[in-house]
T-cell receptor, first 118, second 115 residues
Framework: AQTVTQSQPEMSVQEAETVTLSCTYD???????LFWYKQPPSRQMILVIR??????QNATENRFSVNFQKAAKSFSLKISDSQLGDTAMYFC???????????????FGTGTRLTIIP | DVKVTQSSRYLVKRTGEKVFLECVQD?????MFWYRQDPGLGLRLIYF???????EKGDIPEGYSVSREKKERFSLILESASTNQTSMYLC??????????????FGSGTRLTVV
Protein backbone atom coordinates (compact mmCIF):
# COMPACT_ATOMS: atom_id res chain seq x y z
CA ALA A 1 0.00 0.00 0.00
CA GLN A 2 1.17 3.47 -0.74
CA THR A 3 1.70 5.50 2.39
CA VAL A 4 2.44 8.89 3.84
CA THR A 5 4.49 9.24 7.03
CA GLN A 6 4.46 12.30 9.25
CA SER A 7 6.90 11.49 12.02
CA GLN A 8 6.11 14.48 14.27
CA PRO A 9 2.74 14.01 15.97
CA GLU A 10 3.05 17.35 17.79
CA MET A 11 5.19 20.46 17.53
CA SER A 12 5.21 23.87 19.15
CA VAL A 13 7.12 27.04 18.36
CA GLN A 14 7.21 30.63 19.49
CA GLU A 15 5.36 33.19 17.45
CA ALA A 16 7.49 34.70 14.64
CA GLU A 17 9.83 31.69 14.55
CA THR A 18 10.29 29.35 11.62
CA VAL A 19 9.10 25.74 11.81
CA THR A 20 9.48 22.78 9.47
CA LEU A 21 7.06 19.88 9.31
CA SER A 22 8.35 16.67 7.79
CA CYS A 23 6.61 14.27 5.43
CA THR A 24 7.79 11.23 3.54
CA TYR A 25 5.73 9.16 1.16
CA ASP A 26 5.94 6.00 -0.85
CA UNK A 27 4.63 5.66 -4.39
CA UNK A 28 5.49 3.80 -7.55
CA UNK A 29 3.96 6.51 -9.76
CA UNK A 30 6.16 8.85 -11.76
CA UNK A 31 3.87 11.83 -11.74
CA UNK A 32 1.60 12.90 -8.92
CA UNK A 33 0.63 15.90 -6.87
CA LEU A 34 1.62 16.58 -3.29
CA PHE A 35 -0.34 18.75 -0.89
CA TRP A 36 -0.24 20.23 2.55
CA TYR A 37 -3.63 20.80 4.19
CA LYS A 38 -4.30 22.73 7.37
CA GLN A 39 -7.14 21.89 9.76
CA PRO A 40 -7.68 24.56 12.43
CA PRO A 41 -9.99 24.02 15.43
CA SER A 42 -12.91 25.01 13.21
CA ARG A 43 -12.30 21.63 11.46
CA GLN A 44 -12.38 23.14 7.98
CA MET A 45 -9.63 21.60 5.86
CA ILE A 46 -7.76 24.31 3.99
CA LEU A 47 -5.30 23.78 1.16
CA VAL A 48 -1.99 25.38 2.12
CA ILE A 49 0.30 24.52 -0.78
CA ARG A 50 0.64 22.06 -3.66
CA UNK A 51 3.53 20.65 -5.69
CA UNK A 52 3.54 18.71 -8.94
CA UNK A 53 6.13 15.95 -8.86
CA UNK A 54 7.38 16.78 -12.37
CA UNK A 55 8.35 20.28 -11.31
CA UNK A 56 11.75 20.57 -9.68
CA GLN A 57 11.19 24.06 -8.36
CA ASN A 58 9.88 24.11 -4.83
CA ALA A 59 6.44 25.68 -4.42
CA THR A 60 5.97 28.76 -2.27
CA GLU A 61 2.85 30.55 -1.04
CA ASN A 62 3.66 33.67 0.98
CA ARG A 63 5.07 32.42 4.33
CA PHE A 64 4.71 28.77 3.34
CA SER A 65 7.25 26.88 1.27
CA VAL A 66 8.15 23.27 0.63
CA ASN A 67 11.35 21.32 0.27
CA PHE A 68 10.55 18.64 -2.29
CA GLN A 69 13.11 15.88 -2.72
CA LYS A 70 11.65 13.49 -5.28
CA ALA A 71 14.35 10.83 -5.12
CA ALA A 72 14.11 10.71 -1.34
CA LYS A 73 10.29 10.94 -1.50
CA SER A 74 10.33 13.75 0.98
CA PHE A 75 8.00 16.75 1.06
CA SER A 76 8.53 19.02 4.07
CA LEU A 77 6.62 22.22 4.83
CA LYS A 78 8.36 25.33 6.15
CA ILE A 79 6.35 28.05 7.84
CA SER A 80 8.23 31.32 8.23
CA ASP A 81 7.34 34.10 10.66
CA SER A 82 4.77 31.85 12.32
CA GLN A 83 1.54 33.43 13.50
CA LEU A 84 -1.04 32.45 16.10
CA GLY A 85 -3.47 31.67 13.28
CA ASP A 86 -1.12 28.94 12.06
CA THR A 87 -2.10 26.82 15.06
CA ALA A 88 -3.73 23.78 13.47
CA MET A 89 -3.38 20.18 12.47
CA TYR A 90 -1.35 19.83 9.28
CA PHE A 91 -1.78 16.92 6.89
CA CYS A 92 0.52 15.90 4.08
CA UNK A 93 -1.13 14.10 1.14
CA UNK A 94 -0.43 12.88 -2.37
CA UNK A 95 -2.50 11.69 -5.32
CA UNK A 96 -2.63 8.07 -6.39
CA UNK A 97 -4.73 6.32 -9.05
CA UNK A 98 -7.95 4.68 -7.91
CA UNK A 99 -9.72 3.59 -11.08
CA UNK A 100 -9.16 2.56 -14.64
CA UNK A 101 -10.64 5.88 -15.74
CA UNK A 102 -7.68 7.90 -14.56
CA UNK A 103 -9.30 9.19 -11.40
CA UNK A 104 -7.17 9.76 -8.37
CA UNK A 105 -7.61 9.91 -4.64
CA UNK A 106 -5.65 11.68 -1.95
CA UNK A 107 -3.75 9.53 0.53
CA PHE A 108 -3.12 11.35 3.80
CA GLY A 109 -0.60 11.13 6.57
CA THR A 110 -1.56 10.96 10.22
CA GLY A 111 -1.02 14.67 10.77
CA THR A 112 1.15 16.99 12.85
CA ARG A 113 -0.49 19.12 15.51
CA LEU A 114 1.26 22.51 15.46
CA THR A 115 0.86 25.02 18.27
CA ILE A 116 2.14 28.57 17.96
CA ILE A 117 2.98 30.00 21.38
CA PRO A 118 2.43 33.73 21.94
CA ASP B 1 -17.64 31.26 -2.58
CA VAL B 2 -17.55 27.61 -3.56
CA LYS B 3 -18.76 25.19 -0.99
CA VAL B 4 -19.09 21.65 0.18
CA THR B 5 -21.85 21.47 2.76
CA GLN B 6 -22.37 18.66 5.23
CA SER B 7 -25.85 18.63 6.68
CA SER B 8 -24.91 18.03 10.32
CA ARG B 9 -22.00 19.28 12.38
CA TYR B 10 -22.70 16.98 15.34
CA LEU B 11 -24.79 13.82 15.43
CA VAL B 12 -25.58 11.36 18.20
CA LYS B 13 -27.13 8.03 17.24
CA ARG B 14 -27.91 4.77 18.98
CA THR B 15 -26.32 1.44 18.18
CA GLY B 16 -28.23 -0.33 15.42
CA GLU B 17 -29.77 2.81 13.94
CA LYS B 18 -29.54 3.54 10.23
CA VAL B 19 -27.64 6.79 9.79
CA PHE B 20 -27.50 9.10 6.78
CA LEU B 21 -24.74 11.67 6.36
CA GLU B 22 -25.46 14.13 3.57
CA CYS B 23 -23.02 16.13 1.50
CA VAL B 24 -23.80 18.71 -1.18
CA GLN B 25 -21.34 20.59 -3.40
CA ASP B 26 -22.05 23.57 -5.63
CA UNK B 27 -18.93 23.43 -7.82
CA UNK B 28 -20.20 20.99 -10.46
CA UNK B 29 -17.39 18.60 -9.52
CA UNK B 30 -17.43 15.10 -10.94
CA UNK B 31 -15.60 13.44 -8.05
CA MET B 32 -16.86 13.15 -4.50
CA PHE B 33 -15.33 11.37 -1.52
CA TRP B 34 -16.13 10.31 2.01
CA TYR B 35 -13.27 10.10 4.49
CA ARG B 36 -13.17 9.12 8.11
CA GLN B 37 -10.79 10.99 10.44
CA ASP B 38 -9.53 9.42 13.66
CA PRO B 39 -6.71 10.61 15.96
CA GLY B 40 -3.42 8.99 15.07
CA LEU B 41 -4.85 7.47 11.89
CA GLY B 42 -5.28 10.54 9.71
CA LEU B 43 -7.93 10.48 7.00
CA ARG B 44 -8.98 7.18 5.53
CA LEU B 45 -11.08 6.83 2.38
CA ILE B 46 -14.42 5.06 2.82
CA TYR B 47 -16.07 5.44 -0.60
CA PHE B 48 -15.79 7.66 -3.63
CA UNK B 49 -17.84 8.45 -6.71
CA UNK B 50 -16.68 9.87 -10.03
CA UNK B 51 -20.09 10.18 -11.65
CA UNK B 52 -23.78 10.04 -10.90
CA UNK B 53 -24.83 6.53 -9.80
CA UNK B 54 -21.17 5.44 -9.87
CA UNK B 55 -19.43 4.40 -6.66
CA GLU B 56 -16.24 2.67 -5.71
CA LYS B 57 -14.99 1.24 -2.44
CA GLY B 58 -12.14 2.99 -0.73
CA ASP B 59 -9.81 1.60 1.91
CA ILE B 60 -12.34 0.99 4.72
CA PRO B 61 -15.82 0.42 3.20
CA GLU B 62 -17.03 -2.21 5.66
CA GLY B 63 -20.20 -1.17 7.44
CA TYR B 64 -20.89 1.70 5.04
CA SER B 65 -22.69 2.28 1.78
CA VAL B 66 -23.18 5.38 -0.38
CA SER B 67 -25.67 6.90 -2.77
CA ARG B 68 -25.18 9.40 -5.56
CA GLU B 69 -28.44 10.07 -7.36
CA LYS B 70 -27.52 13.62 -8.37
CA LYS B 71 -24.18 15.12 -9.29
CA GLU B 72 -24.14 17.57 -6.42
CA ARG B 73 -25.16 15.17 -3.63
CA PHE B 74 -23.23 12.26 -2.12
CA SER B 75 -24.68 10.44 0.88
CA LEU B 76 -22.91 8.12 3.29
CA ILE B 77 -25.08 5.47 4.92
CA LEU B 78 -24.35 3.49 8.05
CA GLU B 79 -26.75 0.56 7.70
CA SER B 80 -26.56 -0.39 11.38
CA ALA B 81 -24.48 2.02 13.41
CA SER B 82 -21.93 0.58 15.81
CA THR B 83 -19.81 2.24 18.49
CA ASN B 84 -16.63 1.71 16.45
CA GLN B 85 -18.09 4.03 13.84
CA THR B 86 -17.88 6.95 16.27
CA SER B 87 -15.66 9.32 14.35
CA MET B 88 -15.32 12.53 12.35
CA TYR B 89 -16.60 12.16 8.79
CA LEU B 90 -15.35 14.47 6.06
CA CYS B 91 -16.85 14.87 2.62
CA UNK B 92 -14.80 16.29 -0.25
CA UNK B 93 -15.16 16.98 -3.93
CA UNK B 94 -12.67 17.49 -6.74
CA UNK B 95 -12.66 18.44 -10.40
CA UNK B 96 -12.07 15.90 -13.16
CA UNK B 97 -8.80 14.20 -14.03
CA UNK B 98 -7.10 16.99 -15.92
CA UNK B 99 -7.44 19.32 -12.96
CA UNK B 100 -6.35 16.94 -10.22
CA UNK B 101 -3.74 19.44 -9.16
CA UNK B 102 -6.55 21.60 -7.82
CA UNK B 103 -6.86 19.23 -4.89
CA UNK B 104 -10.00 18.71 -2.90
CA UNK B 105 -12.56 21.05 -1.42
CA PHE B 106 -13.73 19.76 1.94
CA GLY B 107 -16.86 20.12 3.97
CA SER B 108 -16.54 21.13 7.62
CA GLY B 109 -17.11 17.62 8.90
CA THR B 110 -19.72 15.71 10.86
CA ARG B 111 -18.72 14.45 14.28
CA LEU B 112 -20.76 11.29 14.81
CA THR B 113 -21.13 9.65 18.19
CA VAL B 114 -22.75 6.22 18.39
CA VAL B 115 -23.95 5.29 21.88
Amino acid sequence: AQTVTQSQPEMSVQEAETVTLSCTYDTSESNYYLFWYKQPPSRQMILVIRQEAYKQQNATENRFSVNFQKAAKSFSLKISDSQLGDTAMYFCAFTEPISNFGNEKLTFGTGTRLTIIP
Amino acid sequence: DVKVTQSSRYLVKRTGEKVFLECVQDMDHENMFWYRQDPGLGLRLIYFSYDVKMKEKGDIPEGYSVSREKKERFSLILESASTNQTSMYLCASSPPIHRQGDGYTFGSGTRLTVV
